[in-house]
């Protein structure tokens, strides 16, 4: 391979790997922005995206209605989590939401295991995208452009629907002033459900992408929110466009780095972080400390 | 505040209290003397390698209720104590230590990771317990870390890496790259194969490992791809195997290198379907091996859970043979009779014959490499064995995680 | 408010006498619970008197536990040397953790945490040399001495050794919240900008609190290991970090006590449910849910306000007098 | 303008940029020796970012502050607050969950050299007590010491924030709005109240306000702010006579 296509390979897989830390990210920096919450199930409703998807692919022969479908039904178990119980926490502090979320994130690790059992479970990738594409004569997975292709499209429709609808508006008034909001007679915690939901909806979206890459499987709930936390918080808690800057850099300096130093991988995303918040306590994009 | 949140509030407060309170866990179970043959397994039902753990359970249910129906071994029934322990060495500690304190469990086995074991063996002889491992696969239990009351029915990593190697002995592949998971297993059958490849005059190109929970391999294939090697060999268990497997099919690496495993197993191949497709690699275990006891065994399997044993269920099912046999000859329970009585024993398992062999405890075993296949009657490829390697050529010298011919 | 101390003490003798009525494996997880009681509190300090969340302190526990291994299987020194060694070792390492979390406040202060529990998480994989990385260290044994003292290598003397290191810790911090640095900390909890516009270095007192609760933590860690034998990866794993937090909230944070007793709940929780059902998790994840919703306060909360309903007919008649 | 040698606060050319807003812009001013001076303008004149400047909570672009002949520019609030100048806020800061004696014993307890002793503390605690319980006494919240902070009426908890700053015994007073937000009922109280205490203790301060009222009543001298820089300084009767003032509140309010 030549150095040139080795790159090219390269910065490829990073921007795939960054596509799907966005799509984990975006729902968490969302959610905290709007409700303060740093939603620690976040991980557990990634991997049920992917197990939803995986019956729902089943069931209708296509990935596709998956990837529509297992969001939604994700996200309405998140928007009626916070109906049913994070409503009435609002008045409390901090330390209740930590409490709450990591039991909810109990309750669905266990529910995928007895719903789906303890193996993983194959999800294939879209006939369209199951082959490869060449890339200066390398053959590249095509389903990993794909995951480029997506995570550009909604980094483009989630900014276009924060700046220009209705609901963007009020999510960026709420995350700013939530009393003000309230005082111009807006039902804010209609807002709160629903970003709630469309974060849940967002990482589910997550796991189903990443499906065809890491299969439907139980890890899958443990280490990635871990990133997800590191992306939000490199970008900035609560930015939008904090939360993509995050999955690249996070992106890039995983897949360069475990190139590199393979020695390092364990280490790489936190030492990032570590220089980042000593430099900018708030994160890149960060408001406040 | 209404009276019902404070009903609530009461059921919750009074129900978790009697959980945590409830008495039991504080007295001593009482000791049935002569009564049950009990064997403790403290496994990973739950967590990240709950698959893993959930077969050995399987393996050892089966085993157990089958044997009792027959009248158990020396007339005494068969009692499973099985136990959670999430993967977790300090729950596993705990857990054993309550099957030997509280219920006088001596017999443990099951212990489904390395890490977890090296913390038990240390505590073996103070509890006076033996433990026969069944899956197992770090070399240092039977070198470094061995203590007499450890036995090991399973095929070990280095042995499963050894195999491998003997493969490619016949295969003629000329280069070699690796890539095995950053823990204890990963590293240790790299090296053996790495020697073995060096004693074969095969070029051995380089070594990546990657930190279990890995999730894109995309940078590590593309390595491994831009080493130009003829094959690559894989140390990888899990879900790190399955998202290598997956996503070295979609950046078609098979068809620019041979690909050989450590590990073949059924719930591997079921997870990524015809991604492994013409994979070749050693199985601990697989239900396609040709013995008498093994067609056996898979007709009883068939019969109880309506599809094939994987890895960790055959490899559990021919740990409680060792333990059968074992005890019979002992004529007991007790370690110190039944420490002797499995030292040099020898038994006919689905793997064929298996000797304890008496100087590090590890069972003297054929290795079998196998290749994996679409076969009519199977809605996932299965292992089909295409070469068994004999048990003196698979297993390592006494005390030695590595091999010197 | 007398009935706590005199419950406390209550407490304390039955802890005390509980090697000569509980069986082998009561006293094992007896143990256990000191220890853990003994984590939960040192995170209390921070978590509770200071509102310093922290999502690492793990680093703590595993610090302790390795250092106390290392020593135990490498050098001669005697058991209570070794801890306390390891627990200073943990303590001076917190300064610089300390100095550099506190360089952020909030979720950025609780994920810097986080990032250097993970670090030393990569480093104990690693460096093999000392740490048995992936494998840890195995066989960590309970040393005589000193002068040939055998006392705290038995079940029974290292349980008192772990008791009296978590009656000493309780009352260490009990004197610590009480006092003008304690006050300091409580402001900096209600309100840290008011406290530094009051002239105090709030940076200086948070680095303070961070190496005292460290040291703590390192502690129980010092004592996990030779009591379980190992010391591996699995005691600097994040998850343990989520849980001690846990342990924390639920026994109710700011107590001291709460903890102790939330690290208690957590565990026997854990352990009793997990040999019941194997879907143990969703019990334990709804019972958390139902804290958050029906005990706000956490277990010591509910018992102090079980105590205080029973009082305030008294209280009333006073008033009448 | 008082004489250079003799003022205790020293301010010279301060200025803030926040990008291209220039939010404080060219500041001098000197304060004497038990002056009470008033700092006015309207809402956005820079008068509670000329306090942060002042009391470190904000870094300046440019210029310097002294007090007591000693240049404070750029050290961090606490340090600043250790050398004798003790601030209330805008928007009220307490410690809501602490009773009013709490609240300034912690305050009295800042300007103990040994605030920091881990232990004990027995002398600590009682001489911040009594310093606290004066303050509270000086400010005629005696009575209501051992409520929780946060469940004070608005105008007890400003003058508890006063009560908190007196507590620590300084040698300036900085008050920002001290009746901001309160009822017309609550500021003649807050007002009457601290008249009452800036007379009997003869302390320096420097008030930042807007409401006109409560200037005259209480400074000695005022300093008048408009869109970041001085306009004018002088007398109560001199500032109400100018101008410039008249133009800039009626501009302020359009």
Known sequence: MSTLALLLTQVVNALSQSALLFFLGVGLTLIFGIMRIVNFAHGALYMLGAFVGYSLAHWAGTFWLALVLAPLIVGAVGAAFELGILRRLYRRDASAFLLVTFGLALVVTEAVRLIWGPDALQVPAPKLFSGVVFLLGEPFPAYRLFLVAAGAVMAIAIWQALERTRLGLLIRATSQNAEMVHALGIDVNLVRSGVFGIGCGLAALGGVLAAPLVTASHAMASTVIIDAFVIVIIGGMGSFAGSLIGALLVGFVQVFGNYYLPDFALAFMYLLMLLVLVVRPGGLLGKEA | MTIRPRLTRRAVVAGTGAAVASPWVWTSARAQAGGMIKIGMPLALTGPLGSVGQQQKRGAELYAKLQNEKGGILGRKIELLIEDTVGNPATCVRKAQEMVERYDCRLLTGITLSSEALAIVPKLAEWNAIFISSDNGDGRLTAESFVPNFFRANTSGPMGARVVSLYVKQAKIKSFFALGLDYAWGHNSVQVFEDEMKRLKVNFIGKVFAPTGTKDYSTYITKIRQSGAEGVYLVLAGDDNNAFLAQAAQYQLASKMAMLTEQIELVALRAVGDASVGLIGSARYAFTIDTPANKEFVELWKAEHKTVPDTFEGEQWQCMKVFEAGITKAGGIEADKLRPALEDLTIESVKGKVLMRKCDHQGVQKGFAVKVVKKEGFDHPIPEVISTFPAEQTTPPCNKMTYED | ?321 | MTDAGAALIGIAGLTRRYGALVAVDNVSMDVGAGEIRAVIGPNGAGKTTLFHLITGVVKPTAGHVRFAGEDITGLPAHAICQRGLSRTFQLTALFPQMSARENATLAAQARNPRRWLPFGGGNVFTQARRAGGAALELLGLAGVADRPAGLLSHGDQRLLEVAMAVAQEPTVLLLDEPTQGLSVEETAQVVETLSRFLEQSHVTALLVEHDMEVVFRLAHKITVLHRGAVIADGTPEAVKADARVQEAYLGGIE
């Open chain 3, 1 to 321: 408010m007398r009935w706590p101390r005199a419950l406390g003490l209550a407490f304390v003798a039955l802890l005390i006498a509980a090697p000569f009525g509980l069986p082998a494996f009561a006293m094992t997880l007896l143990t256990e619970l000191v220890i853990l009681g003994l984590f939960a509190m040192s995170l209390d300090l921070m978590v509770g008197y200071t509102r310093l969340i922290s999502f690492g302190h793990v680093a703590a526990y595993g610090l302790g536990a390795y250092a106390s291994g290392y020593m135990l299987l490498n050098t001669s020194l005697p058991l209570p040397f070794v801890v306390i060694l390891a627990t200073l070792l943990t303590g001076v390492i917190a300064i610089g953790v300390g100095w550099v979390c506190t360089l952020a406040t909030g979720v950025s202060f609780a994920m810097l945490t986080l990032a250097f529990a993970q670090l030393l998480y990569a480093i104990a994989f690693k460096w093999t040399s000392v740490t048995g990385g992936s494998d840890g260290l195995a066989g960590i044994p309970r040393r005589a001495g000193p002068m040939g003292l055998t006392l705290l290598t038995t079940k029974t003397g290292f349980y008192y050794f772990a008791l009296a290191c978590l009656i000493g810790s309780f009352l260490l911090c009990r004197k610590l919240v009480a006092s003008p640095f304690g006050a300091v900390l409580r402001g900096i909890r209600e309100n840290e900008a008011k406290t530094v516009s009051l002239g105090f270095n709030t940076r200086l007192y948070k680095i303070a609190v961070v190496a005292i609760a460290y040291a703590l933590g390192g502690l129980a860690g010092a004592l996990y290991a030779p009591f379980a034998g190992f010391a591996n990866t699995e005691l600097l794993f994040w998850l343990l970090s989520g849980q001690v937090l846990i342990m924390v909230i639920v026994g109710g944070s700011g107590t001291l006590i709460g903890p102790i007793l939330g690290a208690a709940f957590f565990l026997l929780l854990e352990h009793q449910l997990s040999s019941v059902t194997e879907a143990w998790a969703l019990f334990f994840g709804l019972i958390f849910i139902g804290f958050v919703l029906f005990a706000p306060e956490g277990i010591w909360g509910l018992a102090t306000g079980w105590v205080k309903r029973r009082e305030k007919p008294l209280a009333k008649v006073r008033l009448r007098d």
